[in-house]
């Protein structure tokens, strides 16, 4: 497995805005897939957003319109822009790479929280 390390998370106000990021580390792996759950307290934990190498992606319903991945295949980086956060999106976000011959590999996790 290879180790993802993530940053990005903290606290904000209801309608702000963050960037998680998540990098690769010692690698310039091109993944077939990438992309972002996260788990809130006491829920399990959800896909938000996926990526692949054609450049498709998917978001959860919940998280459309608000929520852009991105990545830099180069760099084996994935990135959420998160924009109109609220307090529902608070939650461990939780970085993933997946590809075919390694398997996948996750991040240690993130905080978001949504607070006023």
């Known amino acids: 497995q290879v180790q993802l390390v993530e940053s990005g998370g903290g606290l904000v106000q209801p309608g702000g805005s963050l960037r998680l990021s998540c990098t690769a580390s010692?690698?310039?792996?091109?993944?077939?897939?990438m992309g972002w759950y996260r788990q809130g307290l006491g829920k399990q934990r959800e896909l938000v957003a996926t990526?692949?190498?054609?450049?498709?992606?998917n978001y959860a319903d919940s998280v459309k319109g608000r929520f852009t991945i991105s990545r830099d295949g180069a760099e084996s980086a994935v990135y959420l822009q998160m924009d109109s956060l609220t307090p529902e999106d608070t939650a461990v976000y939780y970085c993933?790479?997946?590809?075919?011959?390694?398997?996948?590999?996750w991040g240690q996790g993130t905080q978001v929280t949504v607070s006023s």
């Open positions: 993933y790479a997946k590809d075919i011959l390694l398997g996948t590999s």
């Open positions: 990526t692949t190498t054609d450049g498709s992606t």
């Open positions: 010692g690698t310039h792996i091109r993944f077939h897939a």
